[in-house]
């Protein structure tokens, strides 16, 4: 289907859990950094910073904590220089990313530590020796192991094509049958991943430098995004890539409804695959990907896949915004 496919590029793909990054937490030592007390009364990550919490540490609680400690549980700690020792081994193009993100980092190196060991735990009770495997091969195994039985159906691809006709060739259903199969599969397999680290953010208790957080979330909104949604205006960020074909079927929509609505909207437009840090800052698994905020900055609505003109306008109208 060359540039019209309907295959929407993955972006980050199991981005959340470190599978990307070897580094991992280390077991915590009391002379160094103190008894572990979990303060389950404190403030929660993803309710004070919603915007940088999207993994393990969104349920985390906001704690004091020494300095140069960022992350502790009963059984793994995190310190600042875990993630600068991470950030050394890294190949300069990563290093970028999350050198300017380190929360994100900080994330994925706990959840890999503490998937590590809760896989470890279910494969062990299986019988099954893993005393081999380093973090990487084994949370790819686990994880494999949970969605090897996901599958797609006859109905679920037909779904999908009558609702994106507009942007694919007519008469090219079987053409496309397979890469729609693909791109099905991977949001229900990404979906269950994400699934697993929510609940083992919930069961786990995690404690988050509550100082070392509040410095994050001022970083990260450093960028396009995140300066539009403070502006005090709606915003729609699209997120796409020049390779992606439904994003430049998209373009001249985009387009006609900014010329529409300027000045009254701000519209934002990121190449995921570039800017993959604000990309891997608000979740961006398959583009394109559209977000809406209201004027509060607040997430009014997201899409991922084409949008028409009219659905786009329909929920700018919902959002009480009305045309120049």
Not at 277 to 306: C, K, Q, V, W
Request: with cysteine; hydrophobic share 35%.
């Amino acid at each position: 289907m060359n540039n019209r496919s309907v295959k929407y590029k993955v972006i980050l793909a199991l981005f959340c859990i470190g599978i990307i990054i070897g580094g991992c937490a280390k077991e915590p030592k009391e002379s160094d950094v103190g008894l572990f007390e979990y303060d389950d009364s404190a403030p929660v990550v993803m309710e004070v910073y919603p915007r940088i919490a999207k993994g393990v540490l969104s349920h985390a609680r906001l704690m004091d904590m020494p300095e140069g400690i960022l992350i502790r549980t009963e059984t793994v700690t995190l310190s600042q220089k875990d993630l600068n020792d991470e950030l050394e081994k890294m190949v300069p193009e990563n290093r970028q990313i999350f050198g300017s993100n380190q929360f994100l980092l900080a994330d994925q190196m706990a959840a890999g530590s503490i998937m590590e060991q809760e896989a470890r735990r279910q494969m062990s009770l299986t019988g099954e020796d893993v005393s081999s495997l380093d973090q990487n091969m084994l949370l790819q195994k686990w994880i494999e192991s949970k969605i090897s039985d996901i599958t797609v159906s006859d109905s679920e691809i037909e779904d999908f094509y009558n609702a994106n006709r507009e942007f694919i060739p007519q008469d090219q259903y079987e053409q496309v049958r397979s890469q729609i199969g693909n791109y099905l599969l991977q949001q229900k397999q990404q979906a269950v991943i994400e699934l697993l680290v929510t609940e083992m953010g919930k069961r786990v208790e995690i404690a988050v430098n509550a100082e070392w957080a509040k410095t994050q979330d001022e970083i990260g909104r450093d960028n396009d995004v995140d300066r539009a949604r403070d502006s005090g205006m709606p915003t729609m960020a699209s997120f796409g890539a020049d390779s992606c074909g439904s994003c430049q079927d998209m373009k001249p929509i985009q387009e006609s409804v900014k010329e529409k609505y300027e000045g009254k909207v701000n519209f934002v437009y990121v190449h995921a695959d570039i800017d993959q840090l604000i990309s891997a800052r608000y979740g961006i698994r398959s583009i394109p990907h559209m977000i809406f905020f209201d004027s509060e900055g607040n997430i009014f609505h997201e899409h991922t896949g084409p949008m028409t003109e009219e659905e786009i306008e329909s929920h700018l109208l919902k959002m009480g915004v009305d045309k120049i």
